[in-house]
């Protein structure tokens, strides 16, 4: 049960399923007797941050969900959250541990939301620490299990990206540009825009209207 615990959400099922000797369906069905329980709502706390940030870029958005015990979008939500979250300076001592640990299994975009920095400087902390991806990460990306490779943003597409980002929903330009909530705010991060201030405050009363709805199901 703690290797179960230890691998999923970090491997891929039929990883898991192979090192402790079980099928997939097992894995899949010990999963929901673990996790399977009520969702919670409102505020997040560090701990629960902390391990968004453990599986984030290691697996998909529902397996986070069912983990933390909390709906879809709210873990979306909070990713958009992460995206806003700048960490100044220097890397610290333990920041700079746990890059090396974490490194060769997540994209440069997970790593730039996991530690609050740009992609620049996931980049220069990984030349100068000179560390590379893990081959079967590598080959994970390119077979299209662990995310889904985006085509390459167009002149186009940024103007698009920087006239509707500031007001505009990131669903809503997600839908427009036909990618994902985490590409457009990635993308954001990288361009250094920002929300306007108007549409943070209606993001938070909305965030909390739905949140504390009497009827919300968390959709």
């Known amino acids: ?3 179960f615990k230890d691998l ?3 491997k891929d099922e039929a990883v898991v399923a192979r090192e402790l000797c079980r099928s997939v369906a097992s894995v899949r069905k010990m999963a929901q007797t673990l996790y399977g ?3 919670r709502v409102g505020p997040w706390s560090a701990e629960e941050i902390g391990n968004l940030k453990h599986y984030l870029g290691a697996t998909d958005v529902d397996t986070i969900a069912l983990v933390l015990a909390r709906s879809r979008e709210d873990v979306q939500a909070q990713v958009v959250e992460l995206a806003r979250v700048k960490t100044p300076g220097p890397w610290s001592r333990d920041d700079t541990a746990e890059f090396k640990r974490v ?3 997540r994209s440069d975009e997970d790593l730039a939301l ?3 920095r740009s992609l620049v400087e996931v980049d220069a902390l990984s030349k100068k620490l000179h560390l590379a991806k893990d081959k079967a990460f590598l080959r994970t990306r390119h077979a299209g299990r662990a995310t889904t490779r985006m085509p390459r943003w167009q002149p186009n ?4 990206l920087r006239e509707m980002y500031p ?3 990131n669903l809503e330009i997600a839908d427009r540009l036909h990618r994902s909530v985490k590409s457009v705010v990635s993308k954001a991060h990288n361009l250094g825009l920002r929300k306007n201030s108007d549409r943070l405050r209606e993001m938070g009363r ?4 739905l949140r504390y709805r009497p009827d919300s199901d968390g959709s």
């Open 114 to 116: 996991i530690f609050g």
């Open 103 to 105: 490194y060769g299994t």
């Open 206 to 209: 909305q965030n909390v209207g």
């Open 8 to 10: 999923f959400g970090l």
């Open 167 to 169: 007001m505009r929903p």
């Open 37 to 39: 329980r009520e969702q």
């Open 1 to 3: 049960m703690a290797r």
């Open 157 to 160: 597409e940024l103007d698009i």
